[in-house]
């Protein structure tokens, strides 16, 4: 089993950046490609960004491309997200997850709230 908690959210301002973190407990997630999902209010939670368990592939969904960077510190159990140039948008209860997600993994998630 694996606890994932999300940090690092808050209200930000359209431009802004934030940089959330999602730290792992209770086994090792090196070996595993992680991931980024998002929620905002009314919709379902949808796919923000992933990472390959060695960081060599990447992918982003195509409404953060240029804008939000993943990336992992295995050492740490940790994977993190670099949001820039946040839009309104972008407000969304924030998750970290595998790829593909575990249903019981799911943690709390990060609110991440952008004013315009």
């Known amino acids: 089993q694996v606890q994932l908690v999300e940090s690092g959210g808050g209200l930000v301002q359209a431009g802004g950046s934030l940089r959330l973190s999602c730290a792992a407990s209770?086994?090792?997630?090196?070996?595993?490609?992680m991931g980024w999902f998002r929620q905002a209010p009314g919709k379902e939670r949808e796919f923000v960004a992933t990472?390959?368990?060695?960081?060599?592939?990447?992918r982003y969904a195509d409404s953060v491309k240029g804008r939000f960077t993943i990336s992992r510190d295995n050492a740490k159990n940790t994977v993190y997200l670099q949001m820039n140039s946040l839009k309104p948008e972008d407000t969304a209860v924030y998750y970290c997850?595998?790829?593909?997600?575990?249903?019981?993994?799911w943690g709390q998630g990060t609110q991440v709230t952008v004013s315009s």
């Open positions: 209770g086994r090792t997630i090196s070996s595993y490609a």
């Open positions: 997850n595998l790829n593909p997600p575990i249903r019981s993994f």
């Open positions: 990472i390959s368990w060695s960081g060599g592939n990447i």
